[in-house]
């Protein structure tokens, strides 16, 4: 079973049938349940399929936050709590600590999105023709989906997956700045592990709910599952019949919206 340790404080186990593991995991998942619910109410009818129009900065960043939270918090889960109750201890704290933590763990991911944001728009401005599907826009579309395909072989996410899974690797700090520097930390970590896999979301289709799920279910898969190497190589297979299958046969991909059919 995976331990953490603090100077001064017996390891703790990271499961259990406690209080202190049960209601902050509770707690999370029904945040990414709330997120869910309003990412799909808020994205009906929104998907144009690769290059999407993002809108408006500040629209596009709530949404982005928002849909971070509902894919990336229920895997985020057992570390959250495995440090919670390690550093803080006790019911109430390990329950503040675990969304100091989420909140400070969505900070990376938020400044991905604002990245995202000024690559594409920045792109659409220079190039207004450049993302167009029927010239550019298949091909680069297929070609992020290859090269996240590729990451996912390489030593740089090998590291960032082992500190999104190994509780015993967490920093040691303590306290409610501590959770919150954590998160931070920890958020960086997962930006490394799964920032391929959102450029592959953009690739799809950024508004694509169902895209949005299928994303949300590898990143869970490689967090989760006992199995590091098989989640890792199994997604890296589907994402590269996925890239071929975009450029060769994108009207067979499925939840595919092809724009140029808009």
Do not use: N
């Not at 593991?21 to 799909?40: M, N, Q, R, S």
């Not at 939270?69 to 803080?88: E, H």
């Not at 509780?167 to 959770?179: K, Q, S």
């Amino acid at each position: 079973m995976a331990r953490v340790s603090y100077p001064g404080r017996s390891p703790l186990p990271l499961g259990g049938p406690a209080a202190s593991t049960v209601w902050p995991v509770l707690l999370l998942i029904a945040v990414a349940g709330a997120c869910w619910a309003l990412t799909v109410k808020r994205m009906q009818g929104m998907d144009m399929g690769p290059g999407t129009g993002l809108g408006a900065f500040g629209w596009f960043a709530v949404v982005w936050v928002t849909m971070m939270a509902a894919m990336m918090l229920p895997s985020l889960a057992p570390i959250a709590v495995a440090y919670s109750r390690a550093a803080l201890g006790g019911p109430a704290r390990t329950v503040a600590g675990a969304l100091v933590l989420a909140t400070g763990y969505l900070l990376p991911w938020a400044a991905f999105g604002g990245l995202a944001y000024a690559v594409v728009e920045g792109t659409r401005s220079l190039a207004p023709d450049f993302l167009a599907w029927d010239r550019a826009g298949q091909i680069v579309a297929a070609g992020v989906i290859l090269a996240a395909a590729v990451y996912e072989l390489t030593t740089a996410k090998r590291r960032c997956l082992q500190h999104c899974r190994d509780a015993g690797l967490l920093p040691e700090r303590r306290g409610v700045p501590g959770a919150l520097v954590v998160g931070i930390e920890q958020g960086g970590f997962c930006v490394g592990c799964s920032g391929a896999l959102m450029a592959a979301l953009f690739a799809l289709g950024v508004m694509s709910i169902a895209w949005m799920l299928v994303i949300a279910a590898l990143i869970a898969f490689e967090k989760l599952l006992p199995w590091r190497s098989v989640a890792t190589g199994a997604t890296a297979a589907v994402l590269a019949v996925l890239g071929l299958a975009l450029l060769v046969v994108p009207e067979h991909v499925p939840w595919l919206t092809i724009p140029m059919s808009m």
